[in-house]
Every structure is written in C-alpha cells, then in structure tokens.
C-alpha cells in the first residue's frame, strides 16, 4: 500500500501545479495538498498513474533496445544455442523456452508452420529451464543429446509429450527416439550445458523477459503464444530492416 501511494504522490507531481511552489513547503504540508487535491479531483490520480505507467514502459522499451543492440551477436549467432530451420537464413527467431511450460507445446506448431512456410528463417532455441527441477533435467538431456545428433527429434518428443517432464519421462524419451541414455547422462554433465544456461538466464534478466515463451525477431521481443500469422509478419519486419 505504501508503494501505491508513494506512486501516486510522484506521479501527481507530474500532473499538479502546486508543485511548482513545493520547494518552498515541507514535505509533510507537500502531502496535505496533494491529499487535498486527490479528494476535490479523485480523477486525477488514474492520469498520475498513466502517467508513470507510460514513462516505465518508455525506458523499458528503451533499456531493450539497447540490450538487443548489444547482445545481438550472443542472441542470434552462438555456437552453443541449438538451430534449427535453415542455418543460412536470413532472419533469425529466438525462442525462450521451457519443456515444462504448457505455452510454449501450443507455441509449438505455431513455429514448425513458421520454418515450414518459409525455407529462409534461422531457429535460434535458447533452453531457459525456469519450471522446477524436471525442467533442468530435461534442458541438460536436450542440450546433451547434441552429442549424438537428435537434439531435434528430441526436442520435438519432449514437447509433444504430456504430463512433466521429469527424470523418468525424459529417460523414456531419449530410448524411444534412440539415444544411447549412458552416454546421454555423461554428456549432460558437460560444462557447455551449464554455459548454455546460464548465458539464457542472463539475457533473459537483461532483456526483462519473465516468462515463457517469450521470442526475439528482429527489433521486436514478444512474449507468450504467437501464431503464424503474427510470426510471419514479424519476420517481415525484421526482413525489411534488413534491407
């Protein structure tokens, strides 16, 4: 409640006239006008609110822009982030992701029709294992099943599959698809797979991302279920600024 209130005192001081002359009044008799105010003019205090609420959403878009600027090449281009589409295309989709997030399976198809449409898109996947600790089991098996080139055929089984993921259903998958699951458990050790990791928690964090799934293209960070319509017009964006 302090918070609130808090707020709604400094984003009056946006919208009132009578703060021109606050500098001269203490602070305690500053809050007995603004009080006063808020009583005669309750309207007021939705237009303080908007008020911040637009200039947060301004430097947090702006914060974005320079995080995309300077973590494009981390984004877009590292070796250790799975790729899938066409490796040569000329637009790059990154996708945050969890196997044990009930978005991104209906994101799924949504992106498959992406890449099925369209022979020139670059599938970036940046595993972000934020849904317990079947989700950070499936991310080292996923990443790990690299070694033995089925990241995708497995990637694919995991989020078709229903119910949570846990250690003995990402097992069962990895034999279903064919991966030798010895080496599978050695490989997940792998110091690359805790790079991975980490490095998606850190732009994550540095881009405000709070859920998945949440998808860069180009200029543009959309969170949560984008269909192909949405996902084909964002490509073109970043297609034409490209150009």
Not at 64 to 86: C, F, K, M, W, Y
Not at 173 to 200: F, K, N, W, Y
Not at 205 to 225: C, E, K, R
Request: aromatic share 4%; net charge negative.
């Amino acid at each position: 409640m302090k918070k609130l209130v808090s707020m709604i005192l400094v984003g009056l001081s946006l919208v009132l006239p009578l703060q021109a002359a606050a500098r001269d009044l203490s602070e305690d008799r500053v809050r007995e006008l603004v009080l006063e105010t808020i009583r005669e003019n309750p309207e007021i205090v939705m237009e303080a609110v908007a008020i911040l609420e637009a200039r947060q959403a301004e430097a947090q878009s702006a914060s974005q822009s320079e995080v995309l600027a300077r973590e494009r090449d981390t984004l877009e281009r590292n070796p250790n982030a799975p790729v899938l589409g066409n490796p040569e295309g000329d637009v790059t989709v990154v996708e945050f992701f969890d196997y044990n997030c009930p978005y991104c399976r209906r994101a799924k198809p949504e992106v498959e029709a992406l890449l099925a449409a369209d022979p020139n898109v670059r599938l970036v996947y940046r595993e972000w294992p934020i849904l317990g600790e079947g989700s950070v089991f499936a991310t080292r098996a996923a990443l790990a099943a690299r070694e033995q080139g089925l990241y995708e055929e497995f990637h694919r089984a995991m989020m078709g599959m229903n119910g949570r993921t846990e250690e003995s259903s990402v097992l069962r998958i990895a034999e279903d698809i064919g991966l030798d699951v010895a080496q599978l458990r050695r490989d997940m050790e792998a110091p690359e797979i805790d790079t991975h990791i980490e490095t998606s928690m850190r732009l994550a964090q540095a881009l405000g991302i709070t859920g998945t799934p949440s998808f860069v293209i180009g200029d543009a960070l959309v969170p949560g279920v984008v269909d192909v319509e949405q996902l084909q017009s964002l490509v073109s964006d970043a297609r034409e600024m490209e150009q």
